[in-house]
C-alpha cells in the first residue's frame, strides 16, 4: 500500500478493499471465463478449426455479424438524429421520450422477443400491412436486424446526446459569423466534434447486438444456413452434448468481444482526448 | 440540468430553418414511435386481448407463481451481493490511486460484453457434468447446473458491473476531501463512510441497484442455459414467457410477460428521478468552491 504514495494515506481501507474487488471479481468473472479457455485448449487445432468453421458456424457468423453491423449503423444515424433532436429542440413530451430511449435495457429481453414476433408477424399490427407487399419480417434474416436494432437502439443516442450537450454554441456562432451556412457548419464544426461519440456508440450496439439471443430467437425463425445466430448454435451444441463444439465456438464469440471491447476503449480515450 | 442558451430562438446562425426542425423531429418521434413505443404498447395490448379475467388467471398458474418465486429470489440473491462488490470497489478505486487501475475498470465492466449464452455456457463449463466439479459434485448430491444455484451464478456474473461502474465516476467526481475532513476531526473509517461519502452516493447507489435489479430479474439468454427448464421449479419470469409463447397460449404469455414490462417502465421511472437527483447532487458540488464569490451570470 504505502508503495502508492503518500496521497493516499489518509483514507483507511485501501487494501481490504482492493484486496475483496479483486478476489470477488476472479471468483464471479475470471475464473469462469478463463474456464472457457482451458476447455478449448483440450481441443487439437484440426478439432478447433473444423468446430469453427463448418459451413453452417460460418451461415451463422455472416447472418450475426452481417445483422448487427447494418443495425449498428442504422442506429449510428438515426441515433444522432435522436440526440440532437433530444438536445436542441423543445416540444411537449421531450423528458418522457427521453426517460423511454433507455427502454431496450430496462425491458426483458425475451419480452421484446415475442413482442416484436407478434408485431411483424403475417397478421400483426405491422406485418398485415407488410406481408401483402412483399415485406417479410418475422422469421427472417431482417426479422433479427429489427430485433437488433430495437436492443441497442439506446447507445448510440446516450453516447451523443452529452457531446452535444457540452458543445458550446459559440463555436457555431463563429463560424456562421465567418460565413459558413448552417450545413457547412454542421459538417465542419459539430459533425467532427460528435463523431469520435458517434462511433463509441456504434461500436457499443454492434457489441450487444453481436451477443444478443432473447429478443433474436424469437423472431429469426431460426432456420440453419438462413436465419440461425451464433449464440443459438452455441445452445442448439450444447443440447446435443456437444460440449466441444459449443465451447470453440463460444471462444470465437469471446475473442471477438474483447476487440471490440478493445477497441470502444480506444475509441474513448481518442474522444476524450478530442474533447480536450 | 444545463438550460439551453439558444432554446427556442430563431436566430438562424445556430438554427436550423423551422421546416428542417419539424422534419428532424418527426424523424426521431417516428422511429422511436415504431421501435420503442409500438412495441411496449403491444405488449398490454396482447396480455388483455382475451380480457381481465383471463388475464388474472393466467398470473395465477401455479408455475407462474413458481416463476415469480424463484425470480424474485434470485434477486434478492444477486443485487446485494452486486451491491456490496459495487461499493467495495468504487471504494478502492475511485478513492486511491494505484497501478493497473484502468485495467481493473475495464475487467469489472467485462460481463457486459460477453454474450448471455457464453455467460452460461461458462458455468455449465465448470459445474456441469462434465466440467471441472461436475463429478465431485454428483457424487456429493450437489446439483448447481440445472438448479436454482447456477440460475444465481449466471445471474450474478451478468449483473456484475451495475452498481461498481455507476459508483466509480460519481466517487472519482466528488474527491475526497470531505472525507479526509472527517477522518481529521476523529471519525473512524466507517463513520465516514456512513455519515460522509453515503449521504453523497445514495442516489448513484439506487441507480445501480435499480438497474442490476431489472437485468436480475429479466435475465434470458444466460439463465436460459444454465436452467434445464424444469416447469414449476427450475423457471424465471422469462423462461416461463419463452415455454408459454412456444405452446401458443400467447394471450398467457403477454400477460406473465406484462408483468416484466411494468418492471421495467418502473425502473425506467425510478432511473430517471435518480438521474436527476445525482445531477443535483453534482452542481451543488461543482457549486461549492464559489460560494464565496459573487455568483456570476457574466454577459
Known sequence: ?276 | MVMHKNGDSNSSSVSEPAWVRCLLITTALGFLALFLLLPLAAVFVEALDKGWQAYLAALQEPDTLAAIWLTLLTAVCCVPANLFFGVVAAWAIAKFSFPGKSLLITLIDLPFSVSPVVSGLIYVLIFGLQGWFGPWLQAHGIKIIFAVPGIVLATVFVTFPFVARELIPLMESQGRDEEEAALTLGASGLQTFFRVTFPNIKWGILYGVILCNARAMGEFGAVSVVSGHVRGSTNTIPLQVEILYNEYSYAAAFAVASLLALLALVTLAIKTVAEWKIRQVLSAAEAKPETEREPCYER
Open chain 1, 1 to 276: 500500500m504505502g508503495t502508492f504514495g503518500h496521497k493516499n494515506s489518509v483514507l483507511p481501507g485501501f487494501g481490504p478493499t482492493l484486496g475483496y474487488t479483486v478476489f470477488y471479481l476472479s471468483l464471479v468473472v475470471l475464473i469462469p471465463l478463463s474456464a472457457l479457455f482451458f476447455k478449448t485448449a483440450t481441443l487439437s487445432w484440426d478439432q478447433f478449426l473444423v468446430a469453427v468453421s463448418a459451413p453452417r458456424v460460418l451461415a451463422s457468423y455472416r447472418v450475426t455479424f452481417g445483422s448487427a453491423l447494418l443495425a449498428a449503423a442504422i442506429n449510428g444515424v438515426l441515433g444522432v438524429l435522436v440526440a440532437w433532436v433530444l438536445v436542441r429542440y423543445r416540444f411537449p413530451g421531450r423528458k418522457l421520450i427521453d426517460a423511454l430511449v433507455d427502454l431496450p435495457f430496462a425491458l426483458p429481453t425475451a419480452v421484446a422477443g415475442i413482442t416484436l414476433a407478434s408485431i411483424y408477424s403475417p397478421n400483426g399490427w405491422l406485418g398485415r400491412f407488410l406481408e401483402p407487399r412483399g415485406i417479410k419480417v418475422a422469421f427472417t434474416p431482417l426479422g433479427i436486424m429489427v430485433a437488433m436494432i430495437f436492443i441497442s437502439l439506446p447507445f448510440v443516442v446516450r453516447t451523443v446526446q452529452p457531446v452535444l450537450e457540452e458543445l458550446d454554441q459559440e463555436i457555431e456562432e463563429a463560424a456562421s459569423c465567418l460565413g459558413a451556412n448552417r450545413w457547412q457548419t454542421f459538417r465542419r464544426v459539430t459533425f467532427p466534434t460528435m463523431l469520435p461519440a458517434m462511433l463509441t456508440g456504434f461500436a457499443l450496439a454492434f457489441a450487444r447486438a453481436v451477443g444478443e439471443y432473447g429478443s433474436i430467437i424469437f423472431i429469426a425463425g431460426n432456420m440453419p444456413m438462413v436465419s440461425e445466430i451464433t449464440p443459438l448454435l452455441i445452445i442448439t451444441k450444447l443440447e446435443q452434448y456437444d460440449y466441444a463444439g459449443a465451447t470453440a465456438i463460444a471462444t470465437v464469440m469471446l475473442l471477438a468481444s474483447f476487440i471490440l471491447l478493445l477497441s470502444i476503449n480506444l475509441l474513448q480515450k481518442w474522444s476524450r482526448h478530442f474533447a480536450e
